[in-house]
């Protein structure tokens, strides 16, 4: 009988915290490191229960690769850098600690591609300016951490191999996540997979798909704004 009265206890400790705690907001900016790319900065602004907003810019790579990049053979199958990401949208409330909306995402994006020739085997950089939308759904846990998972889906929307404005298709799904450190510091990450299922207009061989994975982790500082 003491047993079970301590594990009501403890039941009711459990919910009345998560209640307490629950929708948290997260509003930081920092820097992170991005898989396969260079040091990114990032602002992310989440209510858990209203909306989520995110940019992300690597400002001096945005000027000096907006020519193209290229990447060595041993990319496998292909790399991903963001150059400058905006996205955000709208939650509407499903539980406690949990609510599902809508995302809408614009952003340059460095894509290390097939070769466009059978003459080298390097795989060439395009710079693409995906257009997307997607659902968000958003998972607060506790005080101190959340996630906003985003399966979306739009077009690569960049340069045509006979200027004909065929765009391919951009099927992709982020995981951004929020850990509050202190009462100053945030730790935050994220991890996706972008795929193309018809590959980049201007990718040889045409029609023929390929994706790749993204992933970032960095530390920020809380802001009120």
């Known amino acids: 009988m003491k047993s079970r009265s301590i594990l009501l206890v403890i039941l009711f400790s459990v919910i009345n915290y998560t209640s307490i705690y629950s929708q948290m907001e997260h509003r930081y900016i920092g820097l992170h490191y991005e898989y396969g790319a260079t040091l990114n900065m990032r602002y992310g602004r989440i209510d858990c229960s209203k909306s989520h907003f995110f940019f992300e810019a690597a400002l001096p790579r945005l000027v000096t690769s907006l020519a193209g990049w290229k990447v060595s053979e041993q990319a496998n199958p292909v790399r991903h850098g963001r150059y400058m990401s905006l996205r955000g949208g709208k939650h509407f409330k499903m539980g406690e600690q949990s609510s599902l909306g809508f995302d809408l ?11 466009d020739t059978d003459e080298t085997k390097n795989f060439t950089g395009y710079l693409t300016m995906p257009l997307a939308a997607g659902i968000a759904y958003t998972q607060s846990i506790g005080e101190n951490f959340s996630f906003v998972l985003i399966p979306a889906y739009g077009y690569a929307c960049t340069k045509t191999r006979n200027n004909d404005g065929k765009q391919f298709k951009r099927i992709s799904c982020d995981i951004y996540l929020q850990m509050k450190a202190s009462e100053i510091l945030t730790l935050y990450g994220g991890a996706g997979y972008v795929y193309y299922p018809k590959g980049l207009p201007l990718s040889y061989p045409q029609d023929a798909s390929f994706g790749g994975p993204l992933f970032s982790i960095g530390i920020a500082a809380k802001t009120s704004w």
């Open 105 to 115: 995402l614009w952003e340059f994006t460095g894509v290390a591609a097939p070769p």
